[in-house]
């Protein structure tokens, strides 16, 4: 599981400079950074939602910036990935937010990805798809 204390090593694998924990996609015009002191971590203003992500507070925080640096780095625009839309889920105003949705240049959603932190989380989210598509397949 990634957290606070193998951040660092995990940002180090993804690339990422291990003095400013800064990492620069399409020449050097778009950047994601941590800042350790301040616990926060820095998106491209391009990406919507991100403000929701944007701390140390829980582990999954860390998991969702690592699959939006790795979004970056196969090529998709920051424009085209937004954080935590909000969606409504079936006939009630129940609403479900999803972690990561990435478009196509119509705005069309391409998929949706729902970012668990290893161990526990994951093993009942897992489960929980296979018996009855919970969270991910309700935004269907």
């Known amino acids: ?13 993804l690339g990422f400079t291990s003095d400013t924990y800064e990492i620069a996609y399409e020449n050097e015009t778009l950047s994601m950074r941590v800042d350790f002191t301040a616990r926060k971590l ?13 701390n140390f507070s829980v582990p999954e925080n860390f998991v969702v910036f690592e699959c939006v ?6 090529g998709y625009s920051p424009e085209d990935i937004e954080l935590e839309r909000q969606w409504l889920l079936g006939h009630e105003s129940k609403g479900g937010r999803a972690d990561i949705c990435v478009s196509d240049s119509n705005g069309n959603t391409l998929f949706i990805i729902e970012c668990k932190t290893w ?15 919970a969270q991910l397949f309700s935004y269907w």
């Open 1 to 13: 599981m990634i957290t606070e204390s193998n951040f660092r090593d995990v940002l180090a694998r």
């Open 42 to 54: 820095f998106y491209p203003q391009a990406i919507q939602g991100r403000e929701r992500n944007d």
């Open 69 to 74: 640096a790795r979004l970056l780095e196969k």
């Open 119 to 133: 161990g526990r989380e994951f093993d009942k989210a897992l489960s929980d798809t296979k018996d009855d598509g």
